[in-house]
C-alpha cells in the first residue's frame, strides 16, 4: 500500500475540540488551592525605583504576599538571549523583574498573589511606588545623541551595529550611472496573539518537581533557561504546551513572567496562575518592526541592481530580548530579496529606546527590507522610464544561479544561501492568474471618485532553521500508533500535517494515528519548537527518520515472537507477519517506542510574488483592495488547504502592519495605544477580496519531504505592495509613500502635499 | 448576590460578586470555558454567548444583569455525537486555526444565521467585523457561514 496523504486537503483534527469549545487552553486550567498572580507594571518610561510600599496591598483580605525584587536571594536574574547570544547585547539584558531602574512603559515592578484577579487588581491599586523621572528616550534619533543613557555602564544606547557586506559597494557606487537614495520607515507593530499570554505553575514540594502549563514555541530552550535562573535541574522542570491561541513569533520567547511565576510557585508553595490581560499584552509582549532605512540603490540604465548601500536604524524598545536581534540582523541581509544585488553595503543600527523591547514577528526583517526595495524598485523604474514588472523580471535570480549566496552579516558571520527555485515562473504565473494585463489599464485612473492603483513584488521566505528536531513513534496497548514531537503547535495545525506524514511514511491509515504529541518537554529528549516556519521541514524531517527506524524496531521485535530473521517480517496496518502464516498483532508490541531526529544546518527559500489591485479615496486618504494575488512556491504541501490558510492568515497580518497597526508613544515614552479599539486589526470587513495559489515546482533539495517553510510568505511582500499601489493610484499627486502604516490621515497628508507642491 | 438564570438549558444559581462579570462566571464559576476572554473591553467577540436570542459579549456583561435569562454557549450549540453543520463547514472550510476566537465566531455566526438564514456575504462580514480572528484572515469564515446558511432555512411548507 502506497499512502497519498501528504499532498491532500484534509480536515484537521485539532478542529473537533476547538468547534466544541473543548479547547484546554492554560487559563482554562484550574487546580485546586490556586493562586492568581497580578503584575504591578511601571507607568513611567524612563526612571529610577526608589521605593515599593505594599504595606496598604497586604492588608485587603485575600491578598496572599506581594513580591519583588528583594524577595529574590542574590537578586532578580537577568533573561539571557536565545538568538545571536553576543557578548556585546550581556548589558542590555532584562531582569525579571525592575530593581533599579525601569526603562519602559508595563516593565514589572511587583506581583501580587491573590485569592482571585479582582483582589490581586484592588492590591495594585494601593501599591505606593516612588519612581524618580529621567528623561525619556523616545526613538531612536533621541537615543542617538547618548544625552539620556538606558544603561548608563553601557556607555552607549547604541548596543550593536550589524554589517551586511557582499561584494564592493563603494567602488560600485563610484562607477554607478543611476543612484537613487531614500529614506524609509516601517511602524512598530506586533504578533498580537488573540489569546493573551499565560503562565500556571506548581511546585511539588516532595519531590522537588516544578510543573510549568502554558508553554509554547521553545519549552525545551525555555526549561533550560528556567532551571538555570531557579536552582534546579532541568529534569525537575516539566513544561506543558496546552492548547495555544496563536504565536506568530511573539509567544513563546522567555518572557519575565516565565520566571516570576514559577519563582512564585515555589516561593509560596501553592500553584499560581497568571493570565495577562490586554492592556497588558499590549505593553509586554514583544512589539516587532519599528526601523527607519536611510538607503541608496544604485543601477545601470536598464535598471539592472548594481547594489544596496546605507543605513537602518531598529528601534529596539529598552532591553535585548531573546530574539531580539533577529529582525535587525535580517533587514539588511534580505534587503535584496528575490532580487540579484552583487553589492551590498549596510549597517543595521541596534538603539535602545524607553519603549516595550522588541522580539521576532512573523518574518521579521523581511518585511521591513521587503518595503524597503520594493519601493525602491518603483522609484528606479519610474527614474528610468522602465516597466515595473520589466524591471523585477531583469533583475530576478534565475534559477541558474541557485543556490544563490546573499550578503554575510557580521559580528556574527551570518552565511547564508537560497536553496532553489525559479522566480520568475511564479512571477509570471501571478501575473497571469492576477490578470495583470487587463487591470494594468485601470493605472491611475479616477472612477466614480476612486484612484485604482496596482503593485507587484516578488519575495523569499525563509525557514527550516536548525540545528535539530526530534521525533519519536510509539505503540500504544491498542495497536494505534501515537507520535511525540518536539515541535510546538501555536495554532498551524501540526496535528493534522504530522499524523499525514506519520500515515505516508509507516503506509498505515491516518486513523491509526491515534494522537499527536507536541510541545512539552515529555514528548521527545530534545526538542527545538516552532519558529521560523521549521515545523513540517524540520520535524516532518525528524518524523520521517523515525518511522524507518520504528519500522525495523517492530520487525526486530517481532522476529524474536516470531522465531524469524526481521528480514522476513512484513509489517500491516495493524499486523505483523512473519514466514509460514505465523502473525502478530502490533498491539502484542505496546509500548514499543523509537525516537528520529532530523540535523540540517541549511535553510530552505520558498517564493513567490504578491500583485494588488486598490483604489483610493483622495479626498479620504481611504484605501479598498479590489483584488490581490499570492503565489507561493513552497516545494511540497502536506495539506494544501492548511497552507493557504497560512498564507491568506499571515497576508492579512501583512495588511494590518501596512495599513492599520500602530503602537504610539508620546515624548515622554508614554503609551497611548492600550486598548483594541486604539491599536487597530483587521476585521471580517477590511480586506475581503485576496486569493492565494500554492505551488510545488521546485522541491527543496535540502530535506527529504522535499519541503519549504512556508508560514510567513503571505506577510512578507504585503507592505511594498500596498504602499506602490497607493503611489501609483495617486502618481496625479505626485504621492510617496515612504512609512507604514498607510493610514487614511497619511495618505490625506500625502495627497495635500502633492496638490500644494503641483500649485507652487 | 446570588443570581439565577439558564445555560445551555439547564438552571443554574451562582453567588457571585457584582462587579464579576457573565464572561468570568461563565468560566470560572461555571467551569465553561468554552467561552474565551480575548479584550475585557468589548472589541474581540471571542466571549460571546447567546443571551435570549441576542449575541452579547459576556465582558461587558455582569453576571447578575443575566438574572432570569437565556444564556447559551459554544457547548450549549455541540455535542459529542457528531459535529453540527455550522461546524461541519466551518471545518471544510478552515475557518480556523489556533480555535481561540472560534467559539465567538461560532456563537455569532449561530445568532446571524438564526435571525437571517438568508444574509450575503457583506451582511456576514459587518456581523463579524465584531469578532477579531488574528490567524485566518476572515476569508474562510465568511465562506464556512455563507455554506452553512441552508441548514438554517426553515423547511417549506408542505
Not at chain 1, 544606547?157 to 554607478?176: C, H, M, V
Not at chain 1, 499584552?281 to 540603490?297: F, K, P, Q, V
Given at each position: 500500500m502506497k499512502n497519498t496523504f501528504i499532498g491532500t486537503s484534509m480536515e484537521r483534527r485539532e478542529d473537533l475540540r476547538f468547534l466544541r469549545g473543548k479547547g484546554i487552553y492554560v487559563d482554562d486550567l484550574a487546580p485546586s488551592n490556586l493562586l492568581y498572580a497580578v503584575i504591578m507594571r511601571s507607568n513611567i518610561a524612563h526612571g529610577r525605583l526608589k521605593s515599593i510600599d505594599a504595606s496598604a496591598a497586604l492588608k485587603i483580605p485575600g491578598v496572599h504576599s506581594v513580591i519583588t525584587a528583594k524577595d529574590m536571594p542574590g537578586g532578580p536574574p537577568i533573561i539571557p538571549m536565545r538568538l545571536q547570544p553576543l557578548p556585546e547585547f550581556k548589558p542590555f539584558e532584562q531582569l525579571v523583574i525592575a530593581d533599579d531602574k525601569v526603562r519602559y512603559v508595563g516593565e514589572p515592578l511587583a506581583m501580587v498573589l491573590a485569592e482571585s484577579v479582582a483582589i490581586g487588581e484592588d492590591a495594585l491599586e494601593v501599591i505606593a511606588l516612588e519612581i524618580e523621572d529621567l528623561?525619556?528616550?523616545?526613538?531612536?534619533?533621541?537615543?542617538?545623541?547618548?544625552?539620556?543613557?538606558?544603561?548608563?555602564?553601557?556607555?552607549?544606547?547604541?548596543?550593536?551595529?550589524?554589517?551586511?557586506?557582499?561584494?564592493?559597494?563603494?567602488?560600485?557606487?563610484?562607477?554607478?550611472?543611476?543612484?537613487?537614495?531614500?529614506?524609509?520607515?516601517?511602524?512598530?507593530?506586533?504578533?498580537?496573539?488573540?489569546?493573551?499570554?499565560?503562565?500556571?505553575?506548581?511546585?511539588?514540594?516532595?519531590?522537588?518537581?516544578?510543573?510549568?502549563?502554558?508553554?509554547?514555541?521553545?519549552?525545551?530552550?525555555?526549561?533550560?533557561i528556567l532551571a538555570k535562573q531557579?536552582?534546579?535541574?532541568?529534569?525537575?522542570?516539566?513544561?506543558?504546551?496546552?492548547?495555544?491561541?496563536?504565536?506568530?513569533?511573539?509567544?513563546?520567547?522567555?518572557?519575565?513572567?516565565?520566571?516570576?511565576?514559577?519563582?512564585?510557585?515555589?516561593?509560596?508553595?501553592?500553584?499560581?496562575?497568571?493570565?495577562?490581560?490586554?492592556?497588558?499584552?499590549?505593553?509586554?509582549?514583544?512589539?516587532?518592526?519599528?526601523?527607519?532605512?536611510?538607503?541608496?540603490?544604485?543601477?545601470?540604465?536598464?535598471?539592472?541592481?548594481?547594489?544596496?548601500?546605507?543605513?537602518?536604524?531598529?528601534d529596539m524598545g529598552a532591553y535585548m530580548r531573546t530574539n531580539g536581534a533577529v529582525g535587525a540582523r535580517n533587514i539588511p541581509q534580505f534587503m535584496g530579496g528575490p532580487y540579484r544585488v552583487p553589492h551590498v553595503k549596510i549597517d543595521s543600527l541596534l538603539w535602545m529606546t524607553n519603549k516595550t523591547p522588541v522580539g521576532t514577528y512573523r518574518g521579521p526583517g523581511r518585511y521591513e527590507g521587503s518595503f524597503y526595495i520594493e519601493r525602491l524598485l518603483d522609484m528606479v523604474a519610474h527614474d528610468l522610464g522602465i516597466d515595473r514588472v520589466e524591471l523585477r523580471r531583469r533583475n530576478l535570480i534565475t534559477s541558474a544561479e541557485q543556490p544563490y549566496e546573499i550578503a554575510t552579516v557580521q559580528p556574527t558571520d551570518a552565511r547564508d544561501q537560497y536553496d532553489s527555485g525559479d522566480y520568475e515562473q511564479a512571477l509570471d504565473r501571478c501575473l497571469k492568474e492576477f490578470g495583470w494585463n487587463d487591470k494594468a489599464k485601470l493605472q491611475g485612473k479616477l472612477i466614480d471618485g476612486r484612484y485604482h492603483g496596482l503593485a507587484v513584488c516578488c519575495f523569499v521566505e525563509g525557514g527550516a532553521a536548525g540545528p535539530k528536531e526530534s521525533a519519536r513513534l510509539e505503540i500504544n496497548s491498542d495497536g494505534t500508533i501515537s507520535v511525540f514531537m518536539g515541535s510546538s503547535a501555536v495554532g498551524q495545525g501540526v496535528e493534522t500535517v504530522f499524523a499525514q506524514i506519520a500515515a505516508d511514511a509507516l503506509e498505515v491509515p491516518v486513523d491509526r494515528i491515534s494522537h499527536v504529541h507536541h510541545g512539552s518537554t515529555t514528548t521527545v529528549s530534545d526538542g527545538y519548537g516552532a519558529y521560523h516556519s521549521r515545523s513540517v521541514v524540520m520535524g516532518g524531517s525528524a518524523l520521517l527518520d523515525a518511522a524507518t527506524k520504528f519500522q525495523a524496531a517492530i520487525k526486530d521485535a517481532a522476529a524474536k515472537r516470531l522465531g524469524c530473521n526481521a528480514s522476513e517480517v512484513r509489517l500491516g496496518e495493524d499486523k505483523v507477519f512473519g514466514p509460514g502464516g505465523k502473525s502478530l498483532l502490533l498491539a502484542e508490541l505496546a509500548g514499543l517506542t523509537v525516537e528520529g531526529a532530523f540535523l540540517n544546518k541549511k535553510h530552505t527559500y520558498s517564493y513567490g510574488t504578491h500583485a494588488a489591485h486598490i483604489t483610493v479615496d483622495a479626498k479620504l486618504g481611504q484605501v479598498q483592495i479590489v483584488d490581490y494575488m499570492v503565489v507561493q512556491d513552497v516545494g511540497r504541501a502536506i495539506n494544501p488547504m492548511t497552507l493557504r490558510g497560512q498564507i491568506i492568515g499571515s497576508l492579512v497580518q501583512g495588511l494590518g502592519g501596512a495599513m492599520l497597526e500602530h503602537l504610539q508613544y508620546d515624548e515622554q515614552g508614554q503609551f497611548l495605544t492600550g486598548t483594541l479599539a486604539d491599536y487597530l486589526l483587521p476585521t471580517a470587513g477590511d480586506f475581503p477580496n485576496l486569493r492565494c495559489i500554492v505551488t510545488e515546482d521546485h522541491p527543496s533539495p535540502i530535506n527529504p519531504l522535499g519541503a519549504k517553510g512556508a508560514g510567513e510568505g503571505g506577510i512578507v511582500a504585503a507592505g511594498g505592495v500596498m504602499a506602490n499601489a497607493v503611489a501609483n493610484a495617486l502618481q496625479s499627486f505626485g504621492v510617496q509613500p515612504r512609512q507604514l502604516p498607510l493610514t487614511p490621515t497619511y495618505i490625506w497628508e500625502l495627497v495635500q502635499a502633492g496638490q500644494r507642491q503641483a500649485a507652487e | 448576590m446570588a443570581v439565577q438564570f439558564e445555560v445551555n438549558g439547564k438552571p443554574v444559581s451562582v453567588e457571585v460578586e457584582p462587579r464579576l462579570t457573565l464572561a468570568d462566571c461563565l468560566r470560572h464559576h461555571l467551569r465553561l470555558t468554552g467561552t474565551h476572554v480575548g479584550c475585557e473591553h468589548g472589541v474581540c467577540g471571542a466571549c460571546t454567548v447567546i443571551v435570549n436570542g441576542d449575541a452579547v459579549r459576556s465582558c461587558l456583561m455582569l453576571a447578575v444583569q443575566a438574572e432570569g435569562a437565556k444564556v447559551t454557549t459554544v457547548e450549549g450549540l455541540s455535542n459529542d455525537a457528531d459535529l453540527t453543520p455550522l461546524q461541519k463547514s466551518f471545518r471544510k472550510h478552515h475557518a480556523l486555526q489556533c480555535g481561540f476566537c472560534t467559539p465567538g465566531m461560532i456563537t455569532t455566526a449561530h445568532a446571524l444565521l438564526s435571525e437571517e438564514p438568508d444574509c450575503d456575504a457583506d451582511r456576514v462580514r459587518e456581523v463579524l467585523s465584531g469578532n477579531i480572528c488574528r490567524c485566518t484572515g476572515y476569508i474562510g469564515i465568511v465562506e464556512a457561514v455563507l455554506d452553512a446558511r441552508s441548514a438554517y432555512k426553515k423547511a417549506p411548507a408542505p
Open positions: 528623561p525619556a528616550v523616545p526613538d531612536w534619533r533621541a537615543a542617538e545623541k547618548n544625552e539620556s543613557l538606558l544603561f548608563e555602564p553601557a556607555g552607549s544606547n547604541r548596543a550593536l551595529t550589524f554589517e551586511a557586506r557582499k561584494g564592493d559597494a563603494d567602488a560600485a557606487f563610484k562607477n554607478a550611472p543611476y543612484v537613487r537614495r531614500e529614506q524609509l520607515r516601517t511602524g512598530r507593530h506586533f504578533g498580537l496573539t488573540l489569546e493573551p499570554r499565560g503562565v500556571m505553575a506548581e511546585w511539588d514540594a516532595a519531590s522537588g518537581h516544578l510543573t510549568v502549563s502554558g508553554a509554547a514555541k521553545v519549552p525545551f530552550f525555555n526549561r533550560r531557579i536552582g534546579l535541574p532541568e529534569e525537575a522542570i516539566t513544561m506543558i504546551e496546552n492548547d495555544v491561541g496563536g504565536g506568530y513569533g511573539a509567544r513563546g520567547e522567555f518572557y519575565p513572567e516565565d520566571f516570576l511565576i514559577p519563582f512564585a510557585a515555589r516561593h509560596v508553595n501553592r500553584p499560581v496562575k497568571w493570565i495577562e490581560d490586554r492592556r497588558e499584552n499590549l505593553i509586554a509582549m514583544n512589539h516587532a518592526r519599528e526601523s527607519e532605512a536611510d538607503i541608496e540603490i544604485a543601477c545601470e540604465r536598464d535598471g539592472t541592481i548594481i547594489g544596496l548601500r546605507g543605513f537602518v536604524h531598529t | -
